[in-house]
């Protein structure tokens, strides 16, 4: 099983800021088959960015995925007031053993 | 564009079967470019996936669940459908259906969820 590690577990951050989320993977993500989702209080989680880098339908541009192998970055560059939420990575390179990282949770500082 | 909806009771008393259905609209279950899943979320934890189907029936259920865990298609409700037995409170959680991206005909990524089911396990 591939184990999903997102850190920092919470990043504290102004409205403007460029916020950096981690997620590393215990072995090599094939063909970048990494995925990332937004989960607000209350919500389902939504997809933001499929095969490490390509976002979602109607994603702003501000959401950048980036990485390979087992090193995976989902980068928002500069943070609105609808971006504080918590966001999680998932892999399907050992499909159908989906997996989910732990998530990270951006909160206002 | 495609929307789920969970459905089934809140409560379950422990060792019994929790029965959830996953009604789609704006979509077909027997779509070939799909594969439909299940994902749990116990109260302020992340996320597991339970397991996912194939219109066809083909089914993948996660190896810590494989043993009490059932889903089925309805094709001509345009349902999908998840039971796990034998629960305990540990299986209290929002239960999510959600539509799988089929990749190269493997499982992908969630493109579409439903709102998620808060089920309690509790006598």
């Known amino acids: 099983e591939i184990v999903l590690t997102q850190s920092p577990g919470t990043l504290s951050l102004s409205p403007g800021e460029r916020a950096t989320l981690s997620c590393r993977a215990s072995?090599?993500?094939?063909?970048?088959?990494l995925a990332w989702y937004q989960q607000k209080p209350g919500q389902a989680p939504r997809l933001l960015i499929y095969a490490a880098s390509s976002r979602a339908t109607g994603i702003p541009d501000r959401f950048r995925g980036s990485g390979s192998a087992t090193d995976f970055t989902l980068t928002i560059t500069r943070l609105e007031p609808e971006d504080f939420a918590v966001y999680y990575c998932?892999?399907?390179?050992?499909?159908?053993?989906?997996?989910f990282g732990g998530g990270t949770k951006v909160e206002i500082k | 564009q495609v929307q789920l909806q969970e459905s089934g009771p809140g409560l379950v008393k422990p060792s019994e079967t929790l029965s959830l259905t996953c009604t789609v609209s704006?979509?077909?279950?027997?779509?070939?470019?799909?594969?439909w899943g299940w994902i749990r979320q116990p109260p302020g934890q992340g996320l597991e996936l339970i397991g996912n189907i194939y219109y066809s029936g083909g089914t993948y259920y996660n190896p810590s669940l494989k043993s009490r865990v059932t889903m089925s298609v309805d094709s001509s409700k345009n349902q999908f459908s998840l039971s796990l037995s034998s629960v305990t409170a540990a299986d209290t959680a929002v239960y999510y259906c959600?539509?799988?991206?089929?990749?190269?005909?493997?499982?992908?990524?969630?493109?579409?969820w439903g709102q998620g089911a808060l089920v309690t396990v509790s006598s």
């Open positions: 704006g979509g077909s279950v027997t779509s070939g470019s799909y594969y």
């Open positions: 998932q892999q399907y390179s050992s499909s159908p053993k989906l997996t």
């Open positions: 072995q090599s993500v094939s063909d970048n088959y």
């Open positions: 959600a539509r799988n991206f089929r990749w190269f005909g493997d499982v992908g990524w969630f493109d579409s």
